[in-house]
């Protein structure tokens, strides 16, 4: 079988700062512990699972609020997707040893709400309700910014915005088709809105891979998490504009014989938080497939050596 890898795919600068972070952070003696994580740093279990095989707790279910009202002692991580100014000034109130994982890109968004607030705008957020990145951005100015997910939210839209201004931001990692057709609505609306388009480049030259090099596959599939909201985006992206059937799988187990019936080529991506040791498991599966002997042939899930663990 012919397997197109997908260039650029996988890990990303932040997912790599993040996870390098953490390692460091595990090794050192003088960091009180136990260490928290609050929510999955990344959003891929299996790292987190090898992080917590080094002696870190991810706390997960519910918002950073809620999870820091878990910790009493020891140290805290925020994770690469940022997390709302009054969540660290919490974690600083209660004695716990911080360290910020937060992603540049999204670092920017935060000083971009901050600054469009302090200039009197109403913030239009487009993200994905119930992530972890829309409620850090929404935690900088309560009130003040309002998440959209889709056309619909947009109609349901009041804003008492009297003689202030309005800004559309964006999270870093959706669909930048999704995203260009949701600002077109939002400044049909609001003509002088400014527009801040904050998905990041990694997100966006994944997603322009895909949309190109699927085109010559009769199926795609994208490793990553079910929660990894930039992998959900690249199975939509293969779907919606390549136009090829993709599903999303979290390793090489999840892959089923009929997704490749018939199939002569098939185009493999990842997320930018996924281990690049799954990808090629997924490829190597692949270009050995056979499928008279579909079964059997899977391998196990792989030790992973993550930045900066040394293994």
């Known amino acids: ?3 197109i890898a997908v260039s650029p795919r996988g890990y990303c600068y932040g997912v790599v700062d993040a996870m390098t972070l953490a390692q460091r952070v595990a090794r050192d003696p003088k960091v009180p512990r136990p260490i928290y994580i609050l929510g999955m740093i990344v ?3 299996h790292v987190v699972e090898d992080l917590a095989r080094q002696g870190i707790e991810t706390l997960d279910g519910g918002d950073r609020r809620a999870l820091l009202r878990k910790v009493r002692r020891g140290t805290v991580i925020f994770t690469a997707h940022g997390v709302a100014p009054e969540v660290k000034e919490a974690a600083r109130k209660k004695g716990l040893t911080c360290f ?6 999204v670092t920017r968004t935060h000083k971009v709400i901050r600054d469009r607030v302090a200039a009197g705008c109403q913030i239009i957020y487009i993200g994905k309700k119930g992530h972890p990145e829309p409620e850090g951005a929404m935690g900088e100015a309560p009130g003040r910014v309002h998440l959209i997910e889709d056309a619909a939210d947009l109609a349901a839209l009041r804003l008492d915005i009297g003689s202030g201004k309005v800004a559309i931001v964006t999270q870093t990692t959706l669909s930048q088709w999704d995203t260009a057709d949701l600002i077109a609505a939002c400044k049909s609306r ?5 527009v801040f388009n904050e998905i990041c480049l990694a997100t966006q030259v994944r997603q322009q891979a895909v949309a190109e090099q699927a085109r010559a596959a009769d199926v795609v599939l994208v490793v990553g998490d079910p929660r990894s909201n930039n992998s959900n985006r690249l199975v939509q992206v293969a779907q919606e504009v390549a136009g090829r059937p993709a599903y999303l799988i979290g390793s090489v187990a999840d892959i089923r014989p009929e ?3 018939g199939a002569k ?11 690049s040791q799954l990808t090629n498991q997924v490829i190597r599966y692949l270009q050995s497939y056979d499928p008279e002997t579909p079964s059997g042939a899977a391998e ?3 030790a992973l050596r993550l930045p900066g663990s040394g293994r």
């Open 1 to 3: 079988m012919e397997v």
């Open 43 to 45: 959003h891929n279990r």
């Open 100 to 105: 910020d994982a937060t992603c540049p890109d």
């Open 190 to 194: 609001y003509p002088d809105a400014e």
């Open 259 to 261: 997704w490749l019936q």
């Open 265 to 275: 080529v098939v185009a493999v991506t990842a997320g930018a938080s996924t281990p």
């Open 300 to 302: 196990p899930d792989l």
